[in-house]
């Protein structure tokens, strides 16, 4: 049964976030200032205009998965039916982002309840392999490798979509997956940065051979048989189309405890994992309780709890609500400073207690707003704390993803995610399947004592979030970020560009953002040794100079980063709390598009 962002001044327009040799702009002291004579009509000069509808919208990574969700909404589905049926075409379209070999989370917010509901679709490790036994397979390695048989765990996507369809869905699953059987079997041209990222892919598949030998021959057939597909080449996947078809025909039990599985365990078992059938046909998503927290003036960001980070994000907001940071300009030294000491302190927790809640219990006083004020009274305003250990609240027991967003005439809106984790996953194709497993078990500890250490059975924590925000209490925005730890604080630097700063849905994406990266991770061991504990603050093209010589004066490590990859993939829908038309918005760092009708 069911349970009931970058405030930065100066901007990187998109060619300044393509461009290696563009130089650092400076920094407009008022956002309306940037809208003048010879302007934008609507929106900054450094933006583009939000989409707008009032049937419905759709934002993906790719625009022809964008015009697949529409096209389903014409024909009588749902926003779930919608989102069911552009995930499966980004799975065929953006196989380095996702694919039914992956695990799936959503936020679905249902107008006739009113009501949101989460589901955490992730899978787990082999049931009957140790911690011991794993060890003596990863012989001198101290982590997990990021390919082959061993960093696998059950994909959970597809159980996801029929527990989804199953709770909303209106159209038959075959109906929903036939647009990509059919783009699968026809082929379709490849986008131009989906195409640099196959042929980063195929790079570092064969490196990684190198130092861990692992079977890439039907990866490399599927996807790879001519080198990486060019842009606007056609790229066809008869395989994949097969599998899919099979799904909708039998259902559910075609993958997990049928011909499929079959198919899957046999490979597997070949490579040496030591996965069995029974745990495929074993296998159940769950459906999960949706936290939110307050920021100001009635907006409240919501997400989804552990084994993801989702609420590393609910952890930042709570701390930074203790400051007001429109008092500064966007991109001031002061608001990058603030946002980054806050992620710190967030992910110091996140290290320490994000894990598996069927193996460890989340400490929920970590979102209390008296707990933020506190993590708040830790940031020193004038310079960067070197490390931050994470808190101690009350005890009680023991990159590559995409992202979408789908609303209908209703009132439903989906916030979905989806990943293989790792580029397109460990590396390893079924035969004949048209899909790669991830690698999203590489994320374990091998920590005896952290709450995410490797178990049989258990889900590892998990990078991908969706994120969904209210305002007064009713639905205003769906939102998601991909690109690992970017996600919890590309989420606030979202929120904080609309609440602080005026930002419209388009103008908020586009803005120039921070990363942080570094510091303690889930994967350490508890001491965090070895860990670069204070981390690398990563900023795009757009902060000026002078922001950067003060943030380095404050001892953080800056590095400007320009080709936007690290900066994650945003898409997003407002409705508007009165009228009840939606406005789209689409990351300009990748190839996608916001539609309506």
């Not at 039907?218 to 996947?237: C, H, L, S, V």
């Not at 005439?409 to 916030?415: A, E, P």
């Not at 049989?456 to 939102?479: E, Q």
């Amino acid at each position: 049964m069911l349970t009931a962002l970058a405030p930065l001044a100066v901007i990187a327009t998109p060619a300044q976030a393509q461009d290696s040799e563009a130089e650092p702009v400076a920094q407009k002291p008022d956002f309306k200032e940037s809208i003048g004579p010879g302007g934008r009509p609507v929106g900054a000069d450094w933006s583009r205009s939000p989409v707008y509808a009032e049937n419905g919208m759709a934002a993906t990574a790719h625009p022809l998965a964008s015009q697949i969700a529409i096209d389903v909404l014409k024909q009588g589905g749902n926003a779930v039916d919608a989102a069911i049926a552009a995930n499966a075409a980004l799975g065929l379209m953006e196989p380095t982002g996702n694919g039914i070999g992956g695990d799936l989370y959503a936020i679905i917010w249902d107008p006739k309840t009113q009501k949101l509901y989460g589901i955490n679709g992730s899978g787990r490790s082999p049931k009957n392999q140790t911690l011991d036994q794993l060890k003596e397979k990863l012989g001198d390695r101290d982590s997990l490798p990021p390919v082959g048989p061993l960093p696998i765990t059950i994909p959970g996507t597809v159980d996801a979509w029929f527990e989804m369809h199953g709770e909303f869905g209106k159209l038959s699953m075959a109906d929903i997956l036939a647009p990509t059987v059919e783009y699968a079997r026809e082929g379709h041209p490849v986008a131009p940065i989906i195409a640099m990222y196959l042929d980063r892919s195929l790079r570092a598949y064969e490196r990684r051979q190198e130092a861990t030998p692992f079977d890439f021959s039907n990866a490399r057939a599927t996807w790879f048989a001519n080198g990486a597909p060019k842009a606007g080449e056609i790229f066809k996947n008869p395989d994949l189309a097969n599998t899919l078809e099979t799904i909708g025909r039998g259902g559910r039990a075609a993958f997990y405890d049928g011909e499929l599985t079959k198919v899957m365990v046999d490979y597997l078992q070949r490579q040496g994992s030591a996965f069995e059938y029974e745990d495929f046909a074993e296998h159940t998503s769950e459906w999960v309780e949706v936290a939110c927290a307050g920021y100001k003036d009635g907006y409240e960001l919501c997400e989804l709890p552990p084994n993801g980070q989702g609420f590393a994000a609910l952890q930042i907001v709570n701390i930074l609500k203790n400051i007001d940071l429109s008092q500064w300009e966007r991109g001031s030294p002061e608001v990058l400073h603030y946002i980054t000491e806050a992620k710190r302190l967030a992910y110091a927790d996140v290290a320490r207690f994000y894990a598996d809640t069927d193996f460890s219990k989340f400490p929920m006083e970590l979102l209390s707003e008296e707990y933020g004020k506190k993590r708040f009274a830790l940031i020193d305003p004038a310079k960067a704390t070197p490390d931050y250990r994470p808190g101690e609240p009350k005890l009680e027991g023991p990159g590559d993803t995409t992202y979408l967003t789908v609303a209908d005439k209703d009132g439903m809106m989906v916030s979905l995610i989806q990943s293989n984790y790792r580029g397109m996953g460990g590396g390893l194709t079924p035969d004949g399947l048209g899909f790669m497993f991830q690698d999203r078990g590489e994320l374990f500890s091998l920590d005896p004592a952290h709450p995410n250490v490797y178990e049989p059975n258990k889900r590892p924590f998990h990078t991908i979030i969706p994120a969904f925000v209210k305002k007064d209490g009713g639905p205003y925005m769906t939102l998601g970020l991909m690109g690992g730890g970017m996600q919890p604080q590309g989420h606030v630097q979202v929120l904080i560009n609309m609440v602080d700063y005026g930002m419209n849905i388009q103008e908020a994406g586009d803005a120039a953002r921070l990363n942080h990266d570094g510091g303690r991770q889930p994967t350490d061991d508890l001491a965090g040794t070895g860990a670069d504990l204070l981390g690398t603050l990563h900023v795009e093209p757009g902060i000026s100079a002078e922001t950067i010589a003060a943030l380095e004066a404050m001892g953080h490590k800056v590095e400007v980063v320009d080709n936007g990859i690290m900066f994650g993939g945003y898409q997003a829908i407002r409705r508007d709390p009165e009228t009840g038309v939606y406005s789209g918005a689409t990351e300009m760092r990748k190839d996608g598009q916001a539609i309506g009708y």
